[in-house]
């Protein structure tokens, strides 16, 4: 299940998202539940309701009794805590039945509770059992850095959508000019940051381009080349190789990848970089699977046959094998 | 564009830019101007177009004015063809005078003076949509600025003053305009009002002067954003960004593009 806590936008508007998206309205009073911050979240209408002596008319929409409920103590983080668990909680299901939190926007929440106790919440959430993740939305230039940084801290996974154009100050030097702007609302770069458990962060850019109601990801993988580059510092000697200096690093061949014998050297992938790969058209599968056979029924002599998967893998690389684990 | 748009776009006064780039579906309107080039003759031509909705459902308005009393207003929209007073004796127009606004009287905290203030306008929004206009209204306020200033700087009670406006919107088929004064609002002072509102918006209408500097012809240009959040706001073209210029006249104003006047 999915419980949204919308700060942002009315209860519809997400569910009229998701039916476009093609989510059955069975599928979403089943999976869907909306915790409606946006309707009355001081409850100021619940008190002019009083005044007047007025009946409490519950949720303003009487067709979605039970996918949204209306909340109206934005500042009491408890109790806002509270009753996201009790929402996901109430999806039905076999056995233990696990939810997503979706907050929009952690930027809203900012402006009626302190940065600490909406961390405290969102630890709070991560940490229950029945929750399986968690994401929000957050208004980076609505805050100061340090607070976007402490959000960030928290999660696993940073996504940023970045103009594709800059301008200096939205408009304000270049008063008028607001061509770049067009391009900006349809298009934007798209920035991925992911925390693995081991401490290592993966990066993943793409461009993002948005089309009436749908959004369509490119990836950009020149992008990331060009990123690449310039993570190099700016020193007066040079960092980088040129070309020839890359296929003779290709053609290296390494210590623990020959005997020192005089053998071919049996690359799993026939490479293009060696001669005698490019020369030697019997190269195949079959010929290494050859090899192989040889090699079970000869002595035992303790020997250590290196075969490199792709030329890509370099050496050394500080890919941790031990990644694709999932503990 | 749908018959229906178009009807609505006529009563809108369609055929000029603005209203092109508007469309009649903008839920949220953010009026940024500056010293150098003053917006408030879009509101006048805003409110005036609102007011003059017909097709027999007929539209509404609620105009919280801090910064000028009714009779500037009135003697600006005649001189447009608008009469003001006639609107507000028929209670078409709804005008809260907010220049004393919170008031000595009201005592405790300024939350509590907008909350009072918020439900006076649902109120009224409420009466209207149960009277016989079923027709768009709009509640436009002059302008944010000010009311920051009156809520002592508090910009979070604004804020949520501004959340239960939009509120408004969309449950009641009505429309937000507000006016801002973007030159008071430098990056250092930390995050303030104008960043908000500018998420908040479904259409943001900026006002600046000519990079040229000064003309007679004409006073400004002006840069209409629509987010086109809602397929209703959606333009026909689908652009989403207009620049174009503007020269404000004693009956409303002139938009045009660069280079198109003689």
């Known amino acids: 299940g999915l419980v949204v806590v919308a700060f942002d936008r009315s209860p519809e508007v997400y569910l009229d998202i998701m039916l476009r998206h093609g989510l059955d309205s069975n599928a979403l009073s089943r999976c869907v539940r909306i915790l409606d911050c946006y309707s009355d979240p001081l409850g100021w209408k619940q008190n002019i309701r009083s005044e007047q002596h007025q009946e409490d008319s519950g949720t303003p929409c009487s067709t979605n009794k039970d996918t949204i409920t209306i909340f109206r103590s934005v500042k009491d983080v408890d109790k806002l805590s509270c009753s996201i668990i009790d929402l996901g909680r109430g999806f039905e299901g076999e056995g233990k039945t696990y939810f997503s939190v979706a907050v929009d926007s952690i930027s809203s929440m900012l402006r009626h509770a302190s940065v600490q106790s909406i961390s405290g919440l969102l630890s709070n959430l991560r940490s229950h059992d029945q929750i399986s993740s968690i994401f929000w939305l957050m208004h980076s230039d609505l805050h100061e850095t340090k607070f976007s940084r402490a959000f960030e801290c928290l999660s696993t996974m940073v996504a940023c959508v970045e103009p594709e154009v800059v301008d200096s100050v939205y408009g304000e030097e270049r008063r008028g000019d607001m061509s770049f702007l067009e391009h900006n609302y349809s298009k934007a770069k798209f920035h991925v940051r992911l925390k693995r458990r081991n401490g290592r962060v993966k990066h993943l850019y793409e461009e993002l381009c948005v089309e009436g109601y749908d959004v369509k990801f490119i990836s950009a993988t020149s992008v990331s080349i060009e990123v690449n580059q310039s993570l190099l510092p700016k020193v007066q000697f040079n960092l980088e190789l040129s070309e020839k200096e890359r296929s003779d690093r290709a053609n290296v061949v390494l210590p623990f990848e020959h005997q020192g014998k005089g053998e071919p050297i049996r690359i799993y992938d026939g490479r293009r970089s060696l001669p005698e790969a490019h020369q030697d058209p019997n190269l195949t599968t079959a010929a290494l699977l050859d090899e192989t056979e040889a090699l079970k029924s000869a002595n035992p002599k303790g020997e250590i046959h290196y075969l490199r998967d792709s030329d890509d893998e370099r050496p050394d690389s500080d890919e941790d094998p031990d990644d694709d684990l999932d503990i | ?262």
Not at chain 2, 102 to 130: K, W
Request: some cysteine.
């Open chain 2, 1 to 262: 564009p749908p018959p229906q748009l178009e009807a609505e776009m006529e009563e809108y006064g369609a055929g000029d830019l603005l209203s092109e780039a508007m469309c009649a579906g903008a839920r949220v309107v953010v009026v940024e101007d500056c010293v150098e080039a003053p917006a408030a003759f879009v509101l006048h031509l805003l409110l005036k177009r609102a007011l003059a909705a017909g097709g027999g459902g007929g539209g509404g308005a609620a105009l919280l004015a801090l910064a000028q009393p009714f009779s500037h207003y009135d003697r600006v929209l005649r001189k447009m063809g608008c009469n003001l007073s006639m609107h507000r004796k028929s209670e078409r127009l709804h005008f809260f005078d907010l220049q004393g606004f919170p008031g000595g009287t009201q005592g405790g905290a300024i939350a509590d003076s907008l909350a009072q203030l918020y439900s006076a306008v649902q109120r009224v929004v409420e009466t209207c949509r149960a009277g016989e206009n079923a027709g768009r209204f709009t509640v436009m306020i002059d302008d944010v600025s000010l009311l920051e200033v009156a809520a002592n700087g508090s910009a979070d009670d604004v804020l949520d003053f501004l959340h239960y406006c939009v509120t408004l919107t969309s449950e009641m088929n009505c429309s937000l305009v507000v006016l801002i004064h973007e030159d008071i609002y430098s990056s250092e002072d930390g995050v303030g009002l104008l960043a908000h509102l500018r998420y908040i918006a479904d259409l943001v209408i900026k006002a600046a002067p000519l990079s040229t500097g000064l003309a007679t012809d004409v006073h400004g240009q002006l840069s209409v954003v629509n987010k086109g959040m809602l397929i209703e706001q959606r333009p026909a073209k689908g652009q989403k960004v207009w620049s174009f210029h503007f020269k404000v006249k004693e009956n409303g104003a002139d938009f045009f593009y660069p280079g198109s006047r003689h």
